[in-house]
């Protein structure tokens, strides 16, 4: 079964291709990492 409006096969996924399309095209699917505010840094080191 395919996806209606997108290069998907439910039961199998993303080809390579397709996958490797869409790495290229929107990147790594990666949330950027929170930064601690510099008091709390310090306040681990402390404890």
């Known amino acids: 079964m395919n996806s209606s409006n997108k290069k998907t096969d ?3 996924g993303l080809s390579d291709k397709e996958a490797a399309s ?3 095209q ?3 699917n990666a ?3 929170k930064k601690k505010p510099v008091l ?3 306040w681990g ?3």
Request: overall charge negative; charged content about 30%; glycine content about 6%.
């Open 10 to 12: 439910l039961a199998t």
């Open 22 to 24: 869409r790495l290229k």
């Open 26 to 28: 929107y990147g790594e």
């Open 31 to 33: 949330l950027p990492e």
């Open 40 to 42: 709390e840094n310090l």
């Open 45 to 47: 080191i402390i404890i």
